[in-house]
């Protein structure tokens, strides 16, 4: 019986050698590469995420977390894991809106979202509609995910998702928006289906409105 | 002289976009007054955040505020077309924030600058972003003199703001910032640099505590000037302690007179 909740908490102390040792004990037990990544790395990524939520943990925590679960995955999982072994929580196309070259935030919620199974296409900054509605085809995305810290750079998510609207591909994603002026009223007033102040309630949202 | 910018008239500030759209004159008349006894040098004056709403706000704002202080107003917004109708309307020689290296945003802004009497807030922000390191900032900023000497702002008019990243997703930006500062003053003598403080907590708690003790840290490098609340007692007791420990506050004068008028606390 491997220890996950072992391997859980120290991802969550953030502790990259003893994180390593112990998940290359597990391996050594002949733990499957999946399980680990799946009860231990991303059950424990689940938490920092609700700890972050909570203001339980901070930014550089949760970056230390991060680094320690890359760390696993590829010095030790990835060559391990076959393709479709683990199946992807849901595609997400991630990007700050056009005008707009803000990207500490939205990096932060791409990151979270991948250590949390998502499939994530980043696509970066200063991105025009056009672009959104290229990627969300060609990746056939289930969540699109906008962030605008600037007043003056918020309609152009309005005109992002009309865009998707127009390209007949609003049925098939969710719209998730976030950034500092950014707000649930605001998500409503334009027609995104949710707004997340933090990275880890994108988290929470992500999954909620996967099951939507 | 260290110059404090009153940040607090932003209708992006629930209490300030209520006032406005409630018409509150009251309201905007307290806390314009409160921030000039408070020591404010100017009033930010940002009236963004009500989409379609801005050239009237800033023109209903102006005017209240101008009544009601005698200090200068700085004009924050990123369109000329409403920059041209606030500049008209002040008494004082204001202050504009802001230009950058933005394409879109420069050439809006320049053709607006040229041959006005007031000072700049000039971004270190290109079309590539924010700037990387040390040497992006610098480049950066002599490129924004450069440009601003040829249509005829002074130096002693321009603002540099190297902007200020979080440390919490990088533990060298606190560093990066503070050597920003000090190089931009030192390679581009006659030149302020000014900044916003709170970019630098985003992401930990307790952020006052880091911005002001950022705040002192930045003017020993040479900061001359900051986009704050002056409302904020703690903060501007920092700012005060620190003029007085660099030696810009003879015999303890301002310091004392501070203290006793209860507005130094720690």
């Known amino acids: 019986m491997a220890d996950f909740q072992n391997i859980i908490d120290t991802l969550i102390e953030g502790d990259q050698e003893k994180l390593l040792s112990l998940a290359q004990s597990a391996l050594d037990e002949g733990i499957s590469a999946k399980e680990i990544l799946e009860k231990g790395l991303m059950a424990g990524m689940d938490i920092v995420g609700e700890k972050m939520e909570a203001e339980d943990m901070f930014i550089p925590e949760v970056l230390m977390c991060a680094r320690a679960m890359t760390a696993v995955i590829n010095n030790l999982l990835k060559p391990l894991l076959a393709a479709g072994d683990v199946s992807a929580a849901g595609k997400v196309i991630i990007g700050t809106v056009k005008g707009d070259l803000h990207d500490i935030g939205k990096n932060l919620v791409a990151m979270m979202l991948e250590s949390a199974g998502f499939e994530v296409y980043n696509l970066g900054a200063d991105i025009l509609p056009d672009k959104y509605v290229e990627e969300i085809k060609d990746k056939n995305a289930d969540i699109l995910c906008m962030s605008a810290l600037l007043t003056t750079t918020m309609p152009m998510m309005k005109v992002t998702i009309d865009a998707v609207s127009e390209a007949g591909l609003r049925d098939q994603v969710k719209v998730m928006i976030g950034g500092a002026p950014v707000s649930q009223d605001f998500a409503e007033q334009i027609g995104a289906d949710g707004y997340a102040s933090d990275a880890g309630s994108a988290i929470r949202l992500a999954k909620e409105i996967m099951k939507r | ?266």
């Open chain 2, 1 to 266: 002289m260290f110059i404090v910018v009153g940040e607090r008239i932003n209708t992006s500030r629930k209490k300030v976009q209520e006032a406005v759209a409630n018409k509150d004159i009251q309201y905007i008349k307290d806390d314009v007054t409160r921030q000039q006894a408070a020591g404010a040098h100017y009033i930010d004056v940002n009236a963004g955040a009500r989409i379609g709403h801005e050239k009237e706000d800033m023109e209903w704002l102006l005017k209240i505020i101008q009544e009601t202080v005698t200090i200068p107003l700085c004009l924050d917004s990123p369109d000329p077309e409403i920059l041209e109708m606030a500049y008209g309307m002040v008494k004082d020689r204001p202050m504009i924030n802001s230009i950058s290296l933005e394409k879109e945003r420069y050439e809006a802004m320049a053709p607006f600058l040229k041959g006005k009497d007031c000072n700049v807030v000039a971004l270190c922000m290109d079309d590539t972003g924010m700037p990387k390191n040390f040497e992006d900032v610098i480049e950066r900023a002599k490129r924004l003199v450069k440009g601003l000497e040829d249509i005829a702002i002074d130096r002693e008019s321009i603002f540099i703001d190297p902007l200020i990243q979080p440390i919490s997703v990088d533990t060298s930006k606190g560093i990066m910032a503070i050597d920003s500062v000090s190089g931009i003053m030192k390679e581009l003598p006659g030149v302020h640099t000014i900044c916003g403080l709170s970019n630098i907590s985003y992401g930990l708690p307790q952020r006052k505590i880091i911005n002001r003790t950022f705040l002192s840290l930045l003017m020993y490098a040479g900061l001359d000037a900051a986009i704050i609340d002056p409302l904020d007692d703690k903060i501007m007791a920092a700012l005060k302690t620190t003029e007085m420990l660099m030696g810009n506050d003879d015999y303890c004068v301002k310091y004392l007179k501070g203290v006793r008028a209860g507005q130094i606390v720690f």
